[in-house]
């Protein structure tokens, strides 16, 4: 029987979607003969039907790769001819696939579900709380937030000396910043990224007494997008 993978969409929340594409398969001998993607909303209530909306099932047909449906591993996409997606707003897909003997396969099973997504997410510094001075600091904690989900949080130090260097997860030894992932590893990141720790090993013996420190920190969500404004501490 032939088959198909959905390469995209493929997560909860997308933040645009230009292109609809995947690989369609057949087994034996068989040849794969077309291929066709139904957009829906509303949990397929409403299907797109190139230029808008409408009750029912519909499909749009993809293109090969490479020009043809001819054989028994197939590449395709849906380029044009796609709805404006607007963000907030949940979709579906699903893929149907025929072979040369007139065999069809939907999938995903009943659809692969989606939501548009860009907002920027956001991470905020809790602890040290901006105090002027503290004595010690072995931890830097705090939140993140995204209307969607997150996906991440990473730091990214300065020490205010002369010179003034980054901190690169051991040492301030860099001139540029560089963004270190917070992980379990060095620290604690929760299941949806929403609570997190940056602890790595050595911490507090790095800062110095009597300098500055700028402590940056941003959050990245499922859907790719990357914190915009930081807040400074």
């Not at 197939?74 to 579906?92: C, I, M, N, Q, V």
């Not at 989606?114 to 997410?121: C, E, G, R």
């Not at 602890?127 to 993140?144: C, Q, Y």
């Amino acid at each position: 029987d032939p088959a198909t993978t959905l390469s995209k969409p493929n997560t909860q929340y997308e933040k645009s979607l230009p292109s609809i594409y995947g690989l369609a398969s057949d087994t034996g001998d068989g040849k794969v003969a077309n291929v066709e993607v139904a957009v829906s909303t509303q949990s397929g209530t409403y299907y797109w039907y190139g230029s808008s909306w409408v009750a029912g099932a519909f499909w749009l047909p993809a293109t090969a790769d490479d020009g043809a449906f001819n054989s028994n591993f197939e590449a395709w996409r849906k380029d044009s001819g796609l709805p404006p997606f607007t963000t907030g707003l949940t979709y579906e897909v699903q893929v149907r696939v025929t072979d040369k003997a007139g065999r069809t396969k939907l999938q995903p099973i009943p659809y692969q579900q989606f939501t548009i997504d860009t907002a920027s997410p956001t991470a905020r510094v809790l602890l040290p709380t901006g105090a002027n001075g503290i004595n010690s600091m072995p931890a830097i904690s705090g939140t993140a937030y995204d209307n969607g989900r997150n996906e991440s949080v990473q730091a990214a130090i300065q020490e205010w000396g002369a010179p003034q260097l980054w901190y690169d997860g051991a040492a301030f030894s860099l001139p540029n910043p560089v963004w270190i992932p917070v992980t379990g590893a060095n620290g604690f990141l929760s299941p949806d990224a929403t609570s997190w720790a940056y602890t790595p090993a050595g911490l507090d013996d790095d800062f110095q007494g009597g300098l500055k420190y700028l402590l940056l920190f941003r959050s990245t969500d499922v859907a790719g997008n990357l914190q915009e404004t930081l807040d400074v501490d």
